[in-house]
Structure formats: structure tokens, C-alpha cells
């Protein structure tokens, strides 16, 4: 079965500062989807950004890029220039590339980021 | 883009009484659709995933008896938690996914208080 593990139940960063948080997770699979939401406290899950597991190249947007190290089965999701805005609960999560299961999202545990102005 | 309307926003009930969830998917037919819950300050934890049209797939300690789960329509899915206790009390989130891998898309969630 597939985990996904946050080891950072809580982060804090200065107002335009960068923050990096960690996500590993396990799996036998080798075609998979990854991603980073965002759940504000209006919990309404906002998708960060995503990762195909096939492609070598770290995603990006914006502010937000992954470091995506698939042999350690590692994907962190850095901030840059952090904002007010970005004060959240954001939750690493796998899915298999197949449909096989529906394509259901598996979390880690969540890391709730504090920024500070 | 996709929208998923999720209603009730939030909810307070009897314990005993029975409440349904809806689901819906506005501008796309949701093939598969997830229910997902989620307690404070935690992770959300798939329930059930449901297909148009036929029976759902409930997640290992899920009971189905009590979580009944009907997705009828491509665009409409519900939960209906049954015989509720304040233990079922939480944040029910659903999400819907279309044809195509795009990525999922979320309802805003609904808050269940049983008292």
C-alpha cells in the first residue's frame, strides 16, 4: 500500500522569506502523480502544484517549485518569497498513475505553515 | 473551470437522525467521485470512493451500512451518514474527478455537528 508521510506538523517563515517542506512517501509503483495543496481555514483544498512522476524536470509555479528526488521517494515543496496569503495547512498527496483504484488521492499528514510579517 | 458544489456548507443534527450530503459536479461529468472526511488539525482520510452507477468502494474500517453513498448521475453524488452519533461529527469533503487525468477537484466541504 501506498504512504505518504509529512514529518513537519508545523513550520513558520518570515514575510518574504523561502520555507521548504518535506514530504517522503512510499510506493512499488513507477508511473504516479504528486501533488501539494493548500487548505486555507476556509478548508477549501486549493491544488499548489503537481508532479508526474515520469518527467525528470521539477515542477514550478510561480513561487512554488518542488524538489522531486524519485529514487528516495522524496518530494519537498518550496515557498519563495513568502506571503501572508500563504498562512495554511498544505498536505503532500499521491495518486497512481492508473485508475485502476479511481484515481483516489492518498495525504500525508499535513503541515500547518505559519508566516510571520 | 471545473466546479463541484458541495451542500450543505454545514449542518447541526439530532443524534439519531439521519443527513445527507450532496456532491455535485457543475460544468463536467465526474465519473468517480470521493468522499472524504476529515477531523481538526488533521489529515483528510478517504471513505468511500463511488462510481457512476454502480456500488461504492468503501475504505478498510468504513462501515457502509452507516455511511450510505449514491452516485446515481455523473453529475450528482451523495453521502447520507445515518443513525448519526457526535462522533460522526466532522468536515465531509467530497471530490469528483472527469474523464480526462486531470487532477481532482474539490467541493468546499461540509461541517456536520451532531448533537
Known amino acids: 500500500a501506498q504512504t505518504v508521510t509529512q514529518s513537519q506538523p508545523e513550520m513558520s517563515v518570515q514575510e518574504a522569506e523561502t520555507v521548504t517542506l518535506s514530504c517522503t512517501y512510499d510506493?512499488?509503483?513507477?508511473?504516479?502523480?504528486l501533488f501539494w495543496y493548500k487548505q486555507p481555514p476556509s478548508r477549501q483544498m486549493i491544488l499548489v502544484i503537481r508532479?508526474?512522476?515520469?518527467?525528470?524536470q521539477n515542477a514550478t509555479e510561480n513561487r512554488f517549485s518542488v524538489n522531486f528526488q524519485k529514487a528516495a521517494k522524496s518530494f519537498s515543496l518550496k515557498i519563495s518569497d513568502s506571503q501572508l496569503g500563504d498562512a495554511a495547512m498544505y498536505f503532500c498527496a499521491y495518486r497512481r498513475a492508473s485508475y485502476n483504484q479511481g484515481g483516489k488521492l492518498i495525504f500525508g499528514q499535513g503541515t500547518e505553515l505559519s508566516v510571520k510579517p | 473551470g471545473a466546479v463541484v458544489s458541495q451542500h450543505p456548507s454545514w449542518v447541526i443534527c439530532k443524534s439519531g437522525t439521519s443527513v445527507k450530503i450532496e456532491c455535485r459536479s457543475l460544468d463536467f461529468q465526474a465519473t468517480t467521485m470521493f468522499w472524504y472526511r476529515q477531523f481538526p488539525k488533521q489529515s483528510l482520510m478517504l471513505m468511500a470512493t463511488?462510481?457512476?452507477?454502480?456500488?461504492?468502494?468503501?475504505e478498510q474500517g468504513v462501515e457502509k451500512d452507516k455511511f450510505l453513498i449514491n452516485h446515481a448521475s455523473l453529475t450528482l453524488s451523495t453521502l447520507t451518514v445515518t443513525s448519526a452519533h457526535p462522533e460522526d461529527s466532522s468536515f465531509y469533503i467530497c471530490?469528483?474527478?472527469?474523464?480526462?487525468?486531470?487532477?481532482?477537484?474539490f467541493g468546499n466541504g461540509t461541517r456536520l455537528t451532531v448533537t
Open positions: 463511488s462510481n457512476e452507477g454502480s456500488k461504492a468502494t468503501y
Open positions: 471530490s469528483a474527478r472527469d474523464r480526462g487525468r486531470r487532477p481532482l477537484h
Open positions: 510506493t512499488s509503483e513507477s508511473d504516479y502523480y
Open positions: 508532479q508526474e512522476a515520469y518527467k525528470q
